[in-house]
């Protein structure tokens, strides 16, 4: 308490209203306030202490403290344990890669792999983290469909039956509901005490009673926020396996301050209500009811109606894979005759011509036609008696095509892809309208863990796999002798591009979340408005 | 007198604004559920027809590799195993995105290495089906998976019965009326009672009306046909609700009782909820993998990799292509061959289905677990017992996972049932060649039949039960202890 009047003290004098002696020379609560009287820094400050206080002081705030530090707390540790499984399956993924990379010796055969370093930040907000594959398989010819990219991560698939739950979701949840419980009953409540006549019988004029009000009642909120957001810190940076960077301390920051913006606007709307209605157990139900509605029906139902009718038809699975069917076909003719034309081989593998007496044997593997790629692998038996230089020739040329192809095929899978992100854009739209959503969305870019993110991991897959043709090109591998034998030296593969996935930088996702940091500010401050307003006109009976 | 009260009470709840925000929302969600699920895209005909299409797809490989002979089927085994589709997903349809709902078979291809053909008799080879449990993909947000069905309604529900409850004896005991209520001849047990009851019925009214809507548009849809059976388990589900809504009046009135002013009660109440309803369900799931871990993938299939690696270089070994054992072809005229293969190909088999179903079986357990663990909240109970009724859920994917398993068994038994009736086989399984080389009339070829049981919900049932006995006393003993002033 006497720390409490110290500070107060210090603030007084800070704006210079009131001087340091004749504070401590009537210390009592009177003299206090006819001091402040005429001063509206003075009187705003005890507008906030009183709201504090008295917040401060209820069951709701230590229990609402206690669940919420305890809850976060849980969540963290479960995910930190999450985590350091999903990093370790990473490295053991990358490793077992590594190996395997070492044993390729022909160029047709490298299978480079794209995988997914686990985001740190995801032990806080899990977002698509869990959920999306973290592995996508380079081959040449097969393209690259975020259907088709797999996970390595988790040992027990069915367990994500469960929620992922996370600090995030429980600040969304609970933090939203302990603000308008603290919101709640501060006009409407006094209205009905008959304390709120009391004050505004005092020269207090109405504005400093609505932003002191409001001021005092985030502060209230401010500690529970920032103390269990710094236990959950703690919790993940105890753990061996995280390594927090400069950035990401940036990042957990911004995702602390939207929190409290958050706060702010459920605080905010539980205000406007108090305004509105006469009762405080008229508000109480009805802010709940709002809170029900935004933060956990309004997305699902927006979602769910999404899901089971589209805005846009994206095309039938089953028409695209028969189309890519019919695209591996058409590259077949197209092979086919070009080689015929111009060599007069029936088949690329008659190109292979002996040399001397012998027999030899081309052995030639394809994918079956299910496959949305296609593969073609040749082995031939007993290379020293047979000339391979047209044979070079030909690959020269079919290979660069079958890539060609691929592509195609990867254009017709990025389009329903794009379509179905179109709908999920337009889920989006809908959900950003309640602002626990827009949080959400928020700091799923801030902390890159959105589906964004996720999709720019499919993106930078199918560039360096780009990457990787663009190498084999540059080193004439489609016509070399060990794209497909390894007899006279094998494939030197030492300078072939390893899959690089940096985060978006902090700007960068900054500037992804600003419509909905936009979002909630617009929603702050116009409820703000809307409770200022309405206060200044409120009638007192 | 308990009546008097009770309909005191719910002409006091029908004033209320609550009554009138849940009528309205109630009514929606049950509408939104019936259009959502009766007429949406990939619905319940959809995924019905794609069953059918998969069903008949099993029927004409059957009928396609039985007339190549009993051999050949013996080595092919069936197609993939689709689980029917549940009528009622609309009842309970939160995880089954999650959930495969097909398992597969696996087939893999050898062809003979053809770099030793002075050495090895060249020998082109299926090895045996085993059963593959494919996870199912999906790649969305994991905190949007909710749906609207009504498992979320008994939810949202519950949610309501706490903003119908939490002052239900504080509020009284505010305005007065307590003391005055307790004046009358009437004991403390009475008027609990006659709460519950008021609260009860207030909210009961109004959900049955949304059920009726909701099954009233369901069934004018006729996408989803419903048989006896159904309206049964649907009525077994409106009891559930009821127990489901009567566990949270309790605790109202518990913690309404215990504390002294309505909002202190509200605050318990509310992240009482939030913790049943979620964040026990899903912190106690996601606790599992720490509590009773199972090894990692790599570790399983670094395992199989070695064990298959000691087969094959028991018979095959790449490095002593002398050695190899497998040197001649199965055929009919060489059983001792085809003795060889066999065992190769029946260890190989075994070690793969050992671990494939080891894995699986951890997994499952792992879940059933964290089921087992998340069933202290009555929510989570809810939950499961209408999955249970409903057919969705992990608990119907493990019966059925059992059921491919025995169906397995019939499978295999049938091949060898039917090989030993033919006299010019050699009896050696699993060996095309070894086998019967007859063909086999496909109607006799065992298909598999998923039998539904509904056991499943009996113990989250008796826990509903019991949570409703033990929230009733709490409620009791505090109202009885509870001041009047």
């Not at chain 1, 058409?330 to 190109?351: C, G, I, T």
């Not at chain 1, 012998?358 to 031939?380: C, D, K, R």
């Not at chain 2, 209320?16 to 949406?40: C, D, E, K, Q, S």
């Not at chain 2, 409850?165 to 009475?190: C, K, W, Y």
Request: net charge neutral; aromatic share 12%; proline share 4%.
């Amino acid at each position: 308490m006497i720390l409490w009047q110290l500070l107060t003290i210090n603030f007084l004098t800070l704006t210079k209203r009131i001087e340091w002696k004749s504070v401590f020379q009537h210390n009592g609560e009177k003299h206090f306030i006819l001091n402040t009287r005429y001063i509206p820094m003075a009187t705003l400050w005890l507008v906030i202490q009183r709201e504090f206080l008295s917040n401060v002081l209820t069951s709701r705030f230590i229990i609402g403290f206690i669940i919420c530090l305890m809850s976060t707390a849980a969540a963290v540790f479960v995910q930190v344990e999450d985590y350091e499984k999903r990093l370790a399956a990473y490295h053991t993924a990358v490793q077992e890669h590594q190996e395997t990379a070492r044993t390729w010796d022909l160029y047709s055969q490298i299978n480079p792999k794209a995988h997914r370093k686990p985001n740190s930040l995801s032990i806080f907000n899990v977002g698509m983290e869990k959920s999306g594959a973290d592995m996508v398989s380079i081959q040449l010819a097969t393209p690259i469909w975020e259907k088709a990219a797999q996970k390595h991560g988790s040992d027990n698939p069915f367990l994500s039956i469960f929620l992922a739950i996370d600090a995030i979701f429980i600040f969304k949840i609970i933090l939203s509901a302990l603000a308008i419980l603290f919101a709640y009953n501060t006009i409407s409540g006094e209205h009905e005490d008959g304390t709120l006549k009391l004050v505004l019988s005092n020269p207090i004029p109405r504005d400093t009673l609505v932003i002191g009000k409001y001021l005092g009642g985030m502060l209230s909120l401010f500690p529970m926020v920032v103390i269990s957001f710094i236990i959950g810190i703690l919790i993940a940076y105890a753990s061996p396996a995280t390594d927090f960077n400069g950035a990401d301390l940036f990042r957990l920051v911004a995702v602390l301050i939207l929190s409290l913006l958050y706060v702010s606007t459920c605080y905010l709307l539980g205000m406007l209500l108090s305004v509105w209605t006469k009762e405080a157990t008229t508000t109480l139900i009805l802010s709940m009811f709002i809170w029900g509605i935004l933060t956990i029906l309004h997305s699902n139902m927006a979602t769910f109606a999404v899901m089971k009718f589209p805005p846009y038809q994206p095309q039938a699975e089953k028409e695209i894979l028969q189309h890519i069917q019919q695209r591996w076909e058409d590259f077949r003719e197209e092979r086919d005759a070009y080689v015929l034309k111009k060599w007069r081989y029936e088949h690329p593998a008659s190109a292979i011509t002996p040399i001397s007496d012998g027999n030899f044997l081309v052995a030639m593997y394809t994918s079956s036609p299910e496959e949305i790629g296609y593969s073609e692998f040749y082995y031939i038996k007993q290379i020293h008696i047979v000339d391979v230089s047209k044979f070079q020739e030909v690959l020269n040329y079919q290979e660069p095509l079958r890539i060609d192809y691929a592509n195609q095929a990867e254009a017709l899978l990025k389009r329903k892809e794009q379509v179905e992100e179109r709908n999920r854009q337009f889920v989006k739209g809908i959900s950003r309208f309640s602002f626990a959503d827009a949080y959400r969305f928020a700091v799923g870019a801030i902390t890159d863990t959105d589906r964004e993110s996720y999709q720019d991991f499919i993106r930078r897959a199918r560039r360096y796999k780009r990457q990787v043709v663009d190498y084999l090109s540059g080193k004439n591998a489609f016509s070399a002798r060990a794209w497909f034998s390894s007899d006279q030296g094998g494939a030197e593969l030492i300078d072939l591009p390893i899959f690089q996935h940096p985060h978006n930088s902090f700007p960068e996702s900054l500037s992804r979340a600003s419509a909905d940091i936009f979002i909630l500010l617009v929603w702050n401050i116009v409820l703000f408005i809307a409770a200022y307003v309405s206060f200044l006109r409120y009638e007192i009976s | 007198m308990i009546w008097h009260i009770a309909k005191k009470e719910i002409y006091y709840n029908l004033m209320t604004l609550r009554f009138v925000l849940m009528i309205i929302l109630l009514p929606i969600l049950m509408i939104a559920n019936a259009l959502i699920y009766g007429f949406g895209d990939n619905g319940y005909t959809a995924e019905i027809r794609d069953y059918n299409r998969k069903v008949n797809q099993g029927r004409s490989h059957i009928e396609k590799y039985a007339a190549r002979g009993l051999g050949e089927l013996a080595m092919v085994g069936p197609a993939e195993i689709p689980k029917r589709p549940p009528q009622l997903k609309f009842c309970a349809d939160g995880i089954d995105a999650l959930i495969p709902q097909s398992i597969t078979i696996a087939h893999r291809i050898n062809w003979e290495r053809p770099e030793y053909e002075d050495l090895v008799e060249s020998y082109s080879w299926r090895e045996l089906w085993s059963l593959e449990y494919l996870p199912s993909n999906h790649g969305d947000d994991a905190t949007t998976l909710i749906k609207i069905d009504w498992v979320f309604i008994g939810v949202f529900i519950s949610f309501f019965v706490i903003l119908f409850t939490f002052d239900a004896i504080a509020g009284e005991r505010v305005r007065g009326t307590l003391s005055l209520m307790m004046s009358n001849p009437i004991s403390h047990g009475q008027v609990l009672l006659a709460k519950y009851l008021g609260t009860f019925f207030t909210l009961i009214i109004p959900l049955l009306i949304g059920i009726l809507m909701n099954l009233l548009i369901i069934y004018l849809s006729g996408n989803i046909p419903f048989d006896s059976g159904s309206w049964l388990r649907i009525l077994g589900m409106i009891g559930l609700f009821a127990l489901h809504i009567s566990i949270f009046i309790f605790l109202g009135l518990f913690f309404s009782s215990r504390v002294s002013n309505a909002i202190t009660s509200l605050v318990w109440l509310l992240l009482t909820w939030v913790c049943l309803a979620f964040i026990f369900p899903s912190l106690l799931g996601l606790f599992v993998g720490t509590l009773d871990p199972i090894p990692s993938m790599e570790r399983i299939s670094a395992e199989k990799r070695l064990q298959l690696a000691n087969i094959e270089d028991e018979f095959r070994p790449a490095a002593l292509v002398e050695a190899t054992k497998l040197s001649e072809a199965p055929s009919v005229d060489n059983p001792s061959a085809t003795r060889l293969w066999a065992t190769y190909f029946r260890e190989r088999s075994e070690v793969q289905t050992r671990i494939a179903d080891a894995r699986v079986d951890q997994q499952l357990r792992q879940v059933q677990l964290a089921c087992e663990l998340t069933q202290i909240s009555p929510t989570a109970c809810f939950q499961y017992t209408i999955e249970g009724l409903a057919n969705t859920g992990i608990v119907s994917y493990i019966s059925f996972v059992k059921q491919v398993r025995r169906y397995r068994n019939t499978f295999i038994d049938f091949i060898k049932t039917e090989d030993k009736s033919d006299p010019h086989s050699l009896h050696i399984y699993p060996v095309r060649e070894g086998l019967s080389q007859k063909p086999v009339d496909p109607e006799t070829v065992p298909i598999f039949k998923e039998r539904i049981s509904h056991q499943n919900a009996i113990f989250p049932l008796g826990l509903l039960i019991l949570y409703n006995a033990l929230f009733f006393i709490a409620a009791q003993l505090s109202f009885l202890k509870c001041d009047l002033k």
